[in-house]
């Protein structure tokens, strides 16, 4: 608290960052989420050919290259595409630009009752109000759930995070369908690891009010650059275009753009790392499964676990941690009996499956 700080500074909780580990330690990382594989080739190229005497003029506004990649991957009009400084700014911003309104309306934001953690933060920092959905049995979202309920927008990460659930593209065509006032804000932060992977930008010609958002941390192993990007209809793009440039009109350098750019186009690469990824999320759910876990089916690069009675979440993530294992534990009630655990290198699994055994043998010899 400060008396030089705003009313909404000093009342806003903000986001904790998975750790970091400190420079020169030697961890295995299973705790944010990022891609165990490194970015495509095409990446390599576009830094060693980058022309640093560029770095003089100001970079391009829009991120021409970024969008014009994203237009030919996701075939949308360039017009349909927002960019921005990694997808928790893009995020930030629709909530700003669709949501904040509900400070004059009254009527709440709806978002599942576990979801990405930015959110609550957005919403307090907008003075929006929040109204969480509860999930169903394993975590399911059903999409019944958001009809007849006023409100002002919606939030949904699809599929889910922490719980790794995704809901259908007929599920997010009957939310948009039941809330035609409210913009609905699809997170595909993890959709490219589903099995059966669908987009929903496949459904913005139905429905206006529909905005997707998606980010080359993940799966483009690019959380170290810092692109998110929304596509939706003209209308709401314009939005975000007027909020960007009222905050700051050159969100992604020069070199960025060159980078990511270089990534979206390679589709081949970013096929075969997700075909490896999936593989090894099978291994690590049957391993774990094995030894008493549960967890739902995951669409995700990460896995939502809950150990075998015989040792608590929280015991086994520090345990781990003690190791030099990350992995993501979260206390809040609900989900405080479960790890959130991503899936890295098949070598960083096999390591990661013979502690935990080591751990439940130990508690079992104890
Ligand atoms: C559901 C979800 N959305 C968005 C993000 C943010 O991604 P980034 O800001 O790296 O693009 C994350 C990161 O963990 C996430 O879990």
Known sequence: MSKYWNKTINETTPYVAGEQPKAGEKVIKLNTNENPFPPSPAVAKAIAEFDASQLRL?????????????????NVKPSQVFVGNGSDEVLALCFQTFFEKACDTDLPVLTPEFSYSFYPVYEEFYRIRPK????????????SDYKGV?????AIANPNAPTSR????????????????????IDEAYAYFEENYETAVSLLPRFPNLCVVRTTSKSYSLAGIRIGYAIASEELIEG?????????????????????????????????????LIKVRKYTAD??????????ESSANFLFAKPPVCISAETLY???????ILVRYFSTPGINDR????????????????NVREEIANVKNS
Do not use: W
């Open 58 to 74: 100001y970079p391009d506004t829009n991120a021409t290259p970024i969008v014009n990649a994203i237009s030919e991957v996701e």
């Open 132 to 143: 969480k959905i509860p999930l169903r049995e394993d975590f399911r979202l059903d999409p």
């Open 150 to 154: 006023p409100n002002c927008g919606i």
């Open 166 to 185: 995704a809901i259908s593209l007929d599920d997010i065509a009957a939310i948009c369908s039941a809330n035609p006032d409210s913009v609905v804000l």
């Open 240 to 276: 975000l275009l007027r909020a960007r440039d009222s905050f700051n009109s050159y969100p992604i350098d020069r070199l960025a753009q060159a980078i990511g750019a270089a990534a979206i186009s390679d589709t081949e690469y970013h096929a075969k790392c997700r075909e490896e």
């Open 287 to 296: 391993e774990l499964k094995s030894l008493g876990f549960e967890m739902p």
């Open 318 to 324: 520090k345990n781990l941690r003690a190791k030099g």
């Open 339 to 354: 790890l959130r655990i991503s899936i890295g290198t098949k070598d960083e699994m096999e390591e990661f499956i013979r």
